[in-house]
């Protein structure tokens, strides 16, 4: 009966709203548009009791063309006889929320992604939607609608960081679809809310689909990729956010086998609405539908000859929303009889519903969201949480028993190019905050007042000095311990527009450390052996969002400390992890090789020889390995059954000991390898893994779950498939890589069951 009410009162609002203040284009003698303002409360797109197809449906029924195609681009202009102010879908909460007011500056995702902590993902993208619904709040009230300030977030970035040459890697949770899946599943889930009725804010996943680089080329190249590798490595984490409700996708700027991403009939139309039964909004990334009509020649991709073709074909795709101006020739597109108003109104349909999710058509109050009050912005609680992540992420790749460090030493002598840097602190999509801590500030806050700490530049970040003179160097041997703090910035890697020191767009086509830090290094290592009978310690921190050529920083130094692009806290982490505050957790995301001869040409989609999956080579650094202040052993593991059917669930345990006198965490990981297949199969994945943390002495016994999922293997087509054979299934503290033991991680526990 209420249903019938709401339908009945809905009607009779829209004959009433037509007549008083209808669509422009069919009754050009509406009333003025002051008078239209005054009605706008109570037109039935305002009327909460209505369904959200009958509200869309009388908002669209009010607009005319012209108004249509202003709200499909990302900055969409106020209509202001409807009462409806301007909105820029154009937001960024990539690690923290990005480009608008200060706000909690959380660590670069590939750290959060060396966490290897879906929980801790989970809150901290609920604490940036937190952020986020304040900031809009207070911004709104102002009337300060401009880009940056909005509730529609352009992330998770869940591309798969298979080459370390990109530059956006850093963006990614690294190289898995297994742990990028997880982690961007929970943090859109801590980004959108858990409110039946409305979205905290919107997530968007991106970039749809198969786009890791080169960076220079993004706008024309063609990314070639067989159906094995495409439904096996680059689609499963987009599956898995349109699993838990995603409301956006964006599609990428390069072409996938032959199609423009944002004209992708098979990846938009086929897998992502057809299959997967996706119903948000698609969006473009930004600029992407100029590279439609765009010559090759001209750096794009050719696929037609003018804005307003390109505009129709991106309709015809199924795009709802253009960042950028070319949606500006739909007008043009109708004229021409390449699609009709229609066409318009289905796509616009579809985004104009992310924004009442989000209640922005609803009176102020209707949304316990429009209550989050601005003392939540960078707040102590979010500061400290920025610390927890940093903390976690850091990852120790070598200590000869150096760490942790003494705060009562004698003088230490910190330098380096980052040492003292805030960059390195924000990797790219950034935020602002007025308390930065860099690596330098976090040490001199953590040793005695009584002990005397020298700081000096000592080497630039890209470039040998221009003069000879250098006095930070004899520190190193007459120092307790140096810490250098060497790496990149996105200065050098980063988006092709940002990175202003890189000639290659941002990618990092030379894998190596620039070659004047790695003299900086040999020149502290020689000044600390001077004296045989007292050689001085050298610990190395490294700043970078990608892997790094590091053998010959691990061969000059005791311990090597990768940091990341920290965030807010960064410093204070640093210093916590070297000091022994804490024990280091941090696990890596990514294979690191020990050179670009051990991987495929950058711009190979195969996956063949590539990541921990398909590396057949010893790696300079395995995918999952991190070094602890203390032991773990793994033992006593067992299958709950020898051998199983398909459709049977498997259990095992694994008894997990902290052997060692520190407390620490320890990331349990495990692996799964499919030793019959009749197709090519990765040597092992990833599959579970979980964050504990341990006393010195305690064991616990950890069981997991593995289901049918867990066994199968993808085909050359792409279909999926259970085959009957023997796998083995390892767990331990590192991915199953023989270079893990080599450098020190704990014994991995191994059974093998069958599957008749």
Request: hydrophobic share 35%; proline share 5%.
């Amino acid at each position: 009966m209420k249903k019938q009410i709401a339908t009945t009162i809905f009607y009779a609002l829209l004959i009433l709203g037509m007549g008083a203040c209808g669509n422009k284009k069919n009754n050009p003698s509406a009333t003025t548009p002051d008078a239209d303002v005054l009605q706008s409360d109570t037109l039935a797109f305002r009327n909460t009791s209505l369904s959200l197809d009958e509200r869309v449906q009388d908002l669209l029924s009010r607009l005319t063309l012209e108004e249509k195609i202003g709200q499909m681009m990302n900055g969409t202009p106020e209509i202001k006889r409807l009462g409806i102010p301007a909105y820029d879908y154009w937001n960024e909460a990539l690690h923290g929320v990005g480009r608008s007011t200060a706000a909690t500056v959380f660590p670069q995702a590939i750290g959060l992604g060396a966490t290897f902590d879906t929980d801790l993902a989970f809150r901290v993208s609920s604490a940036i939607s937190d952020e986020a619904r304040a900031i809009y709040n207070a911004t709104n009230e102002k009337g300060y609608n401009i880009q940056y300030n909005g509730l529609t977030f352009w992330t998770p970035n869940i591309n798969i960081f298979r080459d370390p040459r990109w530059g956006r890697g850093q963006e990614t949770y690294g190289e898995d679809p297994y742990l990028t899946a997880i982690l961007g599943q929970a943090f859109v889930k801590g980004l959108q809310g858990d409110n039946p009725n409305y979205l905290k804010t919107a997530a968007c996943a991106k970039h749809f689909a198969v786009h890791s680089g080169p960076e220079k080329m993004r706008h024309q190249f063609n990314a070639e990729v067989g159906p094995r590798d495409l439904w096996e490595t680059y689609l499963p984490a987009f599956k898995a956010l349109v699993d838990v409700d995603v409301e956006a996708v964006m599609c990428a700027y390069n072409s996938t086998n032959g199609e423009p991403c944002c004209s992708n009939n098979y990846l938009i139309t086929d897998v992502l609405r057809n299959e997967w039964n996706f119903k948000g909004h698609v969006l473009t990334d930004c600029g992407a539908l100029v590279d439609l009509y765009k010559q090759p020649n001209e750096g794009g991709h050719g696929r037609v000859k003018t804005p307003a073709e390109a505009a129709a074909l991106a309709i015809k795709s199924g795009i709802s929303l253009n960042c950028g101006s070319t949606y500006s020739s739909l007008g043009d597109a109708v004229k021409e009889g390449l699609i009709t108003e229609a066409d318009i109104d289905a796509q616009l349909a579809i985004v104009l519903k992310t924004r009442f999710k989000l209640g922005l058509f609803d009176p102020k109050g209707s949304n316990p969201y429009d209550n989050i009050p601005f003392d939540v912005v960078n707040s102590e609680a979010h500061r400290a949480l920025s610390k927890e992540v940093a903390q976690k992420s850091m990852v120790l790749l070598k200590n000869n028993g150096v760490l942790p460090l003494r705060n009562d030493l004698s003088k230490y002598f910190v330098t380096g190019p980052n040492a003292a840097s805030v960059e390195i602190l924000l990797g790219n999509y950034y935020g602002v905050n007025p308390n930065m801590v860099t690596i330098l500030e976090g040490i001199s806050a953590a040793i005695r007042p009584t002990s005397q700490l020298q700081y000096r530049l000592g080497a630039m970040l890209n470039k040998p000095s221009i003069n000879p003179i250098n006095y930070a160097t004899g520190h190193a041997g007459n120092s307790d311990v140096t810490i250098v703090v060497l790496g990149v910035s996105s200065q050098i890697e980063g988006e092709e527009g940002d990175s202003l020191d890189s000639n290659t767009a941002g990618d990092r086509l030379d894998y190596d450390l620039p070659e004047n830090q790695i003299a900086y290094l040999r020149e502290l290592r020689e000044r600390a052996d001077q004296n045989p009978e007292d050689k001085k310690p050298i610990v190395t921190v490294i700043t970078s969002g990608s892997p790094i050529n590091l053998q010959e920083v691990e061969a000059l130094s005791d311990a090597v400390l990768f940091a990341w692009y920290p965030g807010e806290e960064g410093g204070t982490a640093v210093a916590d992890i070297l000091f022994g505050k804490i024990s280091p957790s941090g696990r890596l995301p990514i294979t690191f090789p020990k050179s670009l001869d051990q991987i495929p040409a950058f711009d190979d989609y195969s996956m063949k020889g590539r990541t921990y999956k398909y590396m057949d080579e010893d790696p300079m650094y395995p995918f999952g390995f991190g070094l602890s202040y203390t032991t773990f052993t793994y033992d006593g593991i067992k299958a709950s059954s020898p051998s199983i059917v398909k459709t049977e669930n498997l259990t095992v345990e694994v008894k997990v000991t902290n052997s060692g006198n520190i407390a620490s965490d320890e990331v349990v990981q495990v692996y799964i390898s499919d030793l019959e297949a009749t197709v090519a199969v990765p040597n092992f994945q990833l599959i579970h893994t979980k964050r504990i943390k341990l006393e010195p002495g305690i064991s616990t016994n950890l069981t997991f779950e593995l289901t049918p999922e867990d066994f199968m293997i993808v085909h050359n087509d792409g279909s999926r498939s259970i085959e009957s054979g023997e796998f083995n299934i390892f767990i331990g503290g590192s991915s199953p890589m023989e270079r893990s033991s080599e450098l020190g991680a704990p014994t991995m526990a191994k059974t093998t069951i069958t599957i008749n």
